[in-house]
């Protein structure tokens, strides 16, 4: 629990959002509180006295809001704290709040970053304003995307691992939430982008919110 206010947390009145602090939820790890306030505000708290440990700005590498402002916790992976801001997402040091890989731009999406397995052990899922990418949690590189556009570019689902899927034609590939309107899925070729195919055992289809 914070014992004071602390500055830089507070966010103004605008026509699409609403008085007070953060869109989204804290996340709590090993004795600290990790908060991303809506316009970019980064801050690490101790746990028990509520003293910033680190506070940080997505602007000061470029990134902005998306149009209802920031709104994915933090992932923690490791030593990082890893975010949804800019075009695919972010990590910072979770004790130092040292910035580790960044992306600039507006392009965020509304979810936290998401891990899954991958054929390299371990990718986050940054579900973006203009779809989902997978990136290399040490480094930030991105390892395949897909598109997913909606009409006011809000992607806020929390990404979910459905299936890992591997036949003599495919590599294990991973999906956003299900939904049985369409008979297609995301499959990852080696080597290759993301590509729409077939199922005859499970009918997916990625959505946004």
């Known amino acids: 629990m914070i014992a004071a206010p602390v500055r830089g947390l507070a966010a103004p ?22 908060t991303l306030g809506k316009e970019g505000q980064l801050h690490c708290f ?12 997505a602007n000061e590498w470029g990134a902005s809001p998306p149009d209802w402002g920031f709104a ?17 997402g972010c990590a910072l040091n979770k004790v130092t709040g040292e910035v580790v890989w960044k992306t600039a731009g507006g392009g ?6 998401v891990p899954v397995p ?24 991105e390892q395949w995307s897909f598109e997913w556009i909606t009409g006011a ?6 990404t979910t691992l459905v299936a890992i899927i591997v036949n003599s034609r495919t590599r294990p590939f991973s999906s956003a939430t299900l939904s049985p309107l369409r008979n297609s899925c995301i499959r990852r070729r080696r080597n290759r982008a993301p590509w729409l195919a077939a199922a005859n055992t499970i009918r997916p289809r990625m959505r946004g919110c």
């Open 13 to 34: 009145l605008s026509p699409n959002s609403y008085e007070g602090g953060p869109n989204a939820m804290p996340t709590v790890s090993d004795g600290r509180v990790y």
């Open 46 to 57: 101790d746990a028990k006295t509520g003293n910033v440990v680190w506070k940080r700005h």
């Open 72 to 88: 994915g916790p933090a992932t923690i992976e490791g030593d990082l704290a890893i975010y949804n801001i800019g075009d695919g």
């Open 108 to 113: 965020a999406g509304y979810a936290p970053p």
């Open 118 to 141: 991958s054929p390299k052990g371990k990718s986050f899922l940054i579900f973006r304003a203009a779809g989902l990418r997978a990136v290399d949690p040490a480094t930030g590189a």
């Open 153 to 158: 570019n809000v992607n806020a689902a929390t």
